[in-house]
């Protein structure tokens, strides 16, 4: 199965930052990869699909890049309610595997 | 507005059998894959299981198959999950979600999620 990898697994970052989360298969996947929002305590949401399409309602600070076995998750101007575990999630073929996730928190 | 309503979690004893439901509401349930997806606690998110549209196509994690059985019944908008052979690795909240189209892809609507502990 391809395994999917996230780095960093946690990152602290101020008000306004640029934050880069990066996604590694194991084998190529084409585009298909999804990025995933979870707040503490709540359900995912659905950021990105297609490795860069912003799903509706989705702020457009948030961007999605790569294609192949690399991909990147934006936050250009990092929020106060960022604050959460990203996750992505590829889904070329069966199993959809998910990432580990990188924890992502205000400095 | 998408609805997604899971119920049946609780505890069981190892080796003991659960059936989950999802009653989906607020879209064409007949038009969209399904998923199960589930988080253990203080872990990450893991794929467990999606249906296509029509349930002629299934899918399992290695580490649930021949174990749990995805189904759907297209006439009463619900998606199942009967689980099988439980062990304790299995504990954790379990996501009902809706893909965004016929076939399993990435998930846009999710529920609250129902709790399932495995232990004796």
């Known amino acids: 199965d391809i395994q999917m990898t996230q780095s960093p697994s946690s990152l602290s970052a101020s008000v306004g930052d640029r934050v880069t989360i990066t996604c590694r298969a194991s084998q190529g996947i084409s585009n298909y990869l999804a990025w995933y929002q979870q707040k503490p305590g709540k359900v995912p949401n659905l950021l990105i699909y297609?490795?860069?399409t912003l799903q509706s309602g989705v702020p457009s600070r948030f961007s999605g890049s790569g294609s192949g076995t690399d991909f990147t998750l934006t936050i250009s101007s990092l929020q106060p309610e960022d604050v959460a575990t990203y996750y992505c999630q590829r889904y070329n073929s069966a199993p959809f595997t998910f990432g580990p996730g990188t924890k992502v928190d205000i400095k | 507005e998408v609805q997604l309503l899971e119920s049946g979690g609780g505890l069981v004893q190892p080796g003991g059998s659960l059936r989950l439901s999802c009653a989906a509401s607020?879209?064409?349930?007949?038009?969209?894959?399904m998923t199960w997806v589930r988080q253990a606690p203080g872990k990450g998110l893991e794929w467990v299981s999606g249906i296509s549209n029509s349930g002629g196509s299934t899918y399992y994690a290695d580490s649930v198959k021949g174990r749990f059985t995805i189904s759907r019944d297209n006439s009463k908008n619900t998606l199942s999950l009967q689980m099988n052979s439980l062990r304790a690795g299995d504990t954790a909240v379990y996501y009902c979600a809706k893909d965004r189209w016929g076939h399993s892809s990435s998930c846009d609507s999710w529920g609250q999620g129902t709790l399932v502990t495995v232990s004796s």
């Open positions: 607020g879209f064409m349930f007949s038009s969209y894959a």
């Open positions: 297609g490795a860069y």
